[in-house]
């Protein structure tokens, strides 16, 4: 191309090129394009090598005209190289072949926490407790305070806490990670009047040092009753058929004293486990102190709670013997379930 510039023949370079490039559907294509118009030899090129061949005037006006269409023609490439790699379509058309034989997907599944935390819900909402999803990031005053456990009480210190915000000034207290499911029966109750029976799943932290037995991080599936006449039977009532749902009609239950702040009396309840006992959830008799913080009459109502790790559950179930794979996602784990 080593003809005299006119304005004309920029005009026509410039659609040719834009249409050209608009076709160009691959890298290669693209780049075939850049050479022919702006490489060493290109088109574009010659004419602008060629300016010094008109007479002053002309040299200016298509001059000028020339090196606008070199930005434009620069910001188009750019641009069309840019939608190729997002479309993906930088492969050559045949990089895929279309008579392979087709190979089957792997399947993915349900972590076996979401699967025994179902289980344990299924048993629960058949015996008439409604569920319900709380929050992970909790007010003090929920976790702790409206549970019976003031900032000075030691079983503060059984629970290593994760703050989010410690110091914050308000009268809900600091802002943490919830160390147990537990505030959220002062939340239902302070949403509704008796009866009460719901059961709530979720995640809970702790600032903790971990070992097969112990995750800083860990489900909980809290269980709340509120009714006129509730006792400690309906309490024992509920957990042994919970437990017989999940582990069979044979296995041995253990209740044993323990103490919770929110409960009186409070109990432990552990599972045979080949001789041993393993304990799977605390429970009580919601402490009065708690039915009035809620505004509930504690001569009048009873209930009873209980809170479950159901990754204790599903050791004991499926015979897994450290708690952190539940969260390793080693997939030769998880697809165990
Ligand atoms: N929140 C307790 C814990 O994390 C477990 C618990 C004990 C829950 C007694 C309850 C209960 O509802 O009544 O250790």
């Known amino acids: 191309m080593s003809s005299t510039p006119t304005e004309e023949s920029i005009v026509t370079l ?5 249409d050209q490039l608009a076709n160009a559907a691959d890298e290669a294509s693209v780049e075939s394009w850049r050479v022919e118009y702006m490489g060493r030899r290109g088109r574009l090129t010659g004419i602008l090598r060629n300016l010094g061949s008109l007479d002053p005037d002309q040299r200016r006006a298509i001059g000028a005209a020339a090196n606008r269409l070199k930005g434009e023609l620069e910001s188009a490439l750019d641009e069309r190289a840019a939608e190729i790699k997002r479309s993906g379509s930088s492969q050559p058309k045949d990089a895929i072949d279309v008579t392979l034989p087709g190979r089957r997907t792997r399947r993915g599944g349900l972590h076996p926490s979401t699967q025994i935390i179902r289980e344990m819900l299924d048993a629960f909402n058949e015996m008439g407790f409604q569920t319900v999803e709380g929050n992970e990031v909790e007010l003090e005053r929920y976790n702790f305070d409206m549970l019976n456990i003031p900032a000075d009480h030691p079983a503060r210190d059984m629970q290593d806490t994760i703050w989010i915000d410690r110091e914050r000034a308000s009268e809900d207290g600091g802002v943490l ?3 147990q499911t537990s505030g959220m029966q002062p ?4 949403k509704q009047d008796p009866p009460v029976r719901i059961v709530s799943p979720g995640k809970c932290f702790r600032f903790e040092a971990t070992d097969a037995t112990h995750e800083w991080q860990f489900h909980q599936v809290e269980g709340l009753a509120v009714d006129e006449g509730l006792s400690f039977a309906d309490l024992k009532g509920t957990l042994y058929e919970f437990a017989r749902r999940i582990f069979g009609a044979d296995r041995k239950v253990r209740f044993r004293c323990d103490f919770f702040p929110f409960v009186e009396p409070g109990v432990d309840m552990s599972i045979d486990w080949n001789g041993r006992w393993v304990e799977i959830l605390g429970a009580g008799m919601v402490h009065p102190r708690v039915l009035r913080n809620v505004g509930y009459d504690p ?8 809170g479950v790790g159901p990754e204790r559950v599903a050791m004991l179930k499926y015979g897994i013997e450290d708690i952190r794979h539940f969260f390793g996602n080693d997939l030769r784990f998880l697809t165990q379930f």
């Open 177 to 179: 990670l919830r160390t």
């Open 299 to 306: 001569e009048k109502y009873t209930g009873f709670a209980f």
């Open 14 to 18: 410039k659609a040719e090129a834009l």
């Open 187 to 190: 939340r239902i109750m302070e």
